[in-house]
Structure formats: structure tokens, C-alpha cells
């Protein structure tokens, strides 16, 4: 290993703060499993699909980022020590020290970042920025244009302990893995919705606006929610929740914010999103524009 021991100085000084790490060869990535591990099935009686990290029967450095550790007598084995000579780079799993990065690939995203989320500690790549928040979550790759979450099922490259203070990891990034592709097909009803309640000054005595105002917002969202038929409606009601929201972070309240977002639950589910889904986009939403007024 001392072909490259500024690696595993590094990794080790990573494992030691709690933060599992794995090596990367040429090209950045994680070295290739075993002839054990990488049998059809698997053979190793661990980690078979990557679902979850932890040891397996094979000590190698297989399975990418679910091999990932703190153990220092692991990471200095002699199984280990051929791939600390080849070793390029150290790698990181986020997921498993309790973090999520979300991994912006160019200048357009860090420009939506810097709009959309809340500042937190950033770290520069080699043509865009990371992301850390405090908080893990579901991994999931292009969840908009140049931006990919790196959490519980992925790993990142160590690039260096970055600048400025983590924050906890926000609604509105959670809210990014609402997909797409959960609007269903034109005309199918996923789910039946109770009756909902109208907003009025009933339920809004601390609003601030006018009720024109409110209700001039409010279908102007909802159309833009029913627009999508045939795509990307979980995602418009998170960005139509959030904009209703934010209009009201001034008022005394209450402003009847519930009765805002049922409503806009409703018109997702028109469209096809799942009850499920919508209802999630609409809480992180409301709750996203929340954090941005604190």
C-alpha cells in the first residue's frame, strides 16, 4: 500500500470521524467484485442486489458502495491491500453516515440549487458542486435535469470537506423523488378523494389577502396541476403547494393553508397521480416554503 498512501490516510481519517469509505480505481469507480461475489446468482451470501450495506461472506472490497466501512483492520487487510495500490480516489457512502448529497452536475443546477434549496455545506466538483444535508434518504439518479441524490443506495467521491454549515436535510429535497412517472394514464382515477372543504374566511380569519386573491392563485395552480395528463403532476403540485405557501408566510394566520393543499391534492389525483403520492408532494410543498421563510 505505499504506492498510494495518501488514500488510505484519507480513508482511514474518514472512517475514523464515522464516515464508511471505499476505494475507487482508474476512472473513479469502485473495483469490480470477486469471481465469489460476482457469480449469477451470487455466491456470497450477502448483499446479492445491493439493497443494503454491511459485511457478507466475501472480506473483498465487493458490492460498490454496500461494502463501504469504518472497520480500520478492514480497510488495512491483506484483501484489501491490492486495490489500495491501484487505488485513484476514496469514495464515501452517505447513506450510511447518516447524510445525502445531492449531486448538482453543471452550472444550470447550481443556479436551481441556489433558487430553490437551502444553503447548507457545499463542496466543489470538477464541473458543478455537492450538496450535504444532514438526514438520509432514498437514492435516486436524475430526479431533474443535472441533479442526482446520493444517499442510502449510492456512494460519492471524497472531494474534500467543502465550506459553510450543514443544514437538515429539507422537505424540498425529499420532495425531488416524487416521480414523473407517477401520473397514470389519461382518464385512469387512481384514487377517490372525500369531499373537500372550500376556502373561505372561515378557515382563513388570520389571511392577510384579499379572498379574489387567494382564489385567483388557487386555480391558476390547479390548472397547471391539471395540465399535466401526461406527466410530471406530483411534481407540479410540490411547485404549485410551495408557491401558495410562500404567498403567506407574512400573515398573522391561520390562512387556511390545509384547505389550499387538499385542493390541490384533489387535482393531481384527477389526472392520475396516486393519493399517496400527491399527498406527499403537497405536505413537502407547504412545508418547503415554510423553511424558506424561517
Known amino acids: 500500500m505505499s504506492a498510494t498512501p495518501e488514500v488510505l490516510r484519507a ?11 471505499l476505494p475507487l480505481r482508474r476512472g473513479k469507480v469502485p473495483f469490480g467484485n470477486c469471481r465469489t461475489c460476482a457469480g449469477t446468482p451470487p455466491r456470497c451470501g450477502g448483499r446479492p442486489v445491493m439493497k443494503s450495506a454491511g459485511p457478507c461472506q466475501c472480506p473483498a472490497p465487493c458490492h460498490a458502495w454496500a461494502a463501504a466501512t469504518t472497520d480500520p483492520p478492514v480497510l488495512t487487510s491483506p484483501l484489501w491491500a491490492p486495490v489500495w495500490r491501484e487505488a485513484v480516489a476514496v469514495a464515501y457512502h452517505p447513506g450510511g453516515a447518516g447524510l445525502t448529497v445531492v449531486d448538482l452536475d453543471h452550472a444550470a443546477a447550481v443556479a436551481w440549487a441556489r433558487e430553490t434549496l437551502p444553503a447548507t455545506r457545499t463542496v ?79 378557515v382563513a380569519t388570520g389571511c392577510r389577502h384579499t379572498e379574489r386573491y387567494v382564489r385567483t392563485g388557487l386555480e391558476r395552480g390547479l390548472a397547471l396541476v391539471r395540465a399535466r395528463t401526461e406527466s410530471g403532476a406530483g411534481s407540479q403540485a410540490f411547485g404549485v403547494a410551495r408557491f401558495l405557501a410562500a404567498q403567506h408566510t407574512g400573515c398573522p394566520g391561520p390562512c387556511g393553508l390545509a384547505v ?24 413537502n410543498g407547504l412545508e418547503a416554503a415554510a423553511e424558506r421563510a424561517a
Request: no cysteine.
Open 11 to 21: 480513508a482511514l481519517a474518514l472512517a475514523a470521524a464515522g464516515v464508511p469509505v
Open 124 to 202: 466543489p466538483t470538477t464541473r458543478g458542486e455537492h450538496w450535504l444535508y444532514r438526514g438520509a434518504m432514498a437514492s435516486s439518479n436524475a430526479v431533474r435535469p443535472g441533479v442526482d441524490i446520493k444517499s442510502l443506495t449510492q456512494y460519492a467521491r471524497w472531494l474534500g470537506p467543502g465550506t459553510g454549515r450543514m443544514a437538515a436535510l429539507p422537505a424540498a429535497v425529499r420532495a425531488l423523488l416524487v416521480k414523473e412517472e407517477t401520473t397514470a394514464a389519461p382518464g385512469e382515477v387512481v384514487s377517490s378523494l372525500p369531499p373537500r372543504a372550500t376556502w373561505g374566511r372561515s
Open 260 to 283: 389550499l393543499g387538499d385542493a390541490v391534492v384533489a387535482a393531481a389525483v384527477a389526472v392520475g397521480v396516486p393519493e399517496t403520492y400527491a399527498r406527499r408532494a403537497v405536505a
